[in-house]
């Protein structure tokens, strides 16, 4: 079978099928000792274009991206491990603007890997400390669903071929990990990571799309998007954040606009080909 057909999802099942690999269901791996570590890696043509950010805004994006799995676990970063890969011929001023972006993101880079490639490719270890884990699959009949910020920003700049600065959620993470049963950062679109808290967590998921807060220019279609970087959690009480739906006895994702049953879908490795 082809990654095509399997998917991301797909294939992370296989693997914790076949014994080769485990607990990789949550947004960081959880060590001991409060330990909290992340990987992500970015590639050109897949991730982004650099005809459409800068190689500073790159450099921003690539440590948020990592910072947002920890803010996920309610951990405080701690560390960058940066591993980049770049063409021989690339600019030293360019690499410079690199890792002048990653340094806006306030967290030392302690190290990592250089090496030529025929692209740019961005990976990242990230390494934090958290009091508290709630992962994706603790959510209860009951809770709240809340997100702690707008939603749709990603998809709303993606339509018109711009760049937007993702946010850092670290205190909100903190925040909620203190109490949510349930917390996951908004990556790959908020239907597709809402129905990883349904599996994971054996309960239905509710969310009314009339109450989630929308960036600036963003519609309901662009929720389908991901890339945002704020949370969802399911939690007891809503606290300060928006609550955009709940969590019932049962199984599956519902999403409803003023009622109505709609659908919205998500992004996912290996099946769709659209550059971010």
Do not use: K
Request: hydrophobic residues 45%; negative net charge.
């Amino acid at each position: 079978m082809r990654l095509s057909e399997l998917g991301e999802l797909g294939l992370l099942a296989e693997l914790e099928r076949r014994g080769l690999a485990e607990e990789i269901d949550h947004d960081a791996a959880q060590l001991g000792d409060g330990l909290v570590i992340t990987q992500d890696s970015l590639v050109e043509g897949v991730h982004f274009r650099l005809d459409w950010l800068s190689w500073r805004e790159l450099g921003f994006r690539a440590a948020a991206v990592n910072i947002s799995d920890l803010a996920a676990s309610g951990a405080r970063p701690e560390a960058l491990l940066v591993s980049l890969g770049v063409p021989a011929a690339t600019e030293l001023d360019d690499v410079l603007e690199l890792y002048g972006g990653i340094a806006e993101a306030g967290v030392p880079v302690r190290g990592g890997d250089t090496t030529e490639a025929a692209a740019v490719l961005v990976t990242f270890t990230a390494v934090g400390r958290s009091e508290r884990v709630p992962g994706r699959a603790g959510a209860r009949p009951g809770d709240r669903l809340v997100v702690t910020g707008p939603l749709g920003a990603a998809g709303a700049a993606f339509r018109e071929r711009r760049y937007v600065r993702p946010p850092l959620r670290v205190e909100e993470g903190i925040e909620l990990a203190h109490d949510a049963h349930a917390l996951i950062d908004l990556s790959d679109g908020l239907a597709r990571d809402a129905a990883h808290v349904s599996e994971r967590s054996g309960c239905r998921l509710v969310l009314d799309l009339e109450r989630v807060p929308l960036a600036p220019g963003a519609t309901h279609d662009d929720l389908a998007f991901g890339e945002d970087f704020e949370l969802l959690a399911a939690t007891p009480e809503p606290g300060g954040f928006a609550e955009i739906g709940r969590c019932e006895e049962g199984a599956g994702l519902e999403i409803r606009l003023d009622g109505d049953p709609v659908a919205l879908s998500g992004w996912e490795h290996f099946r769709l080909r659209e550059v971010r």
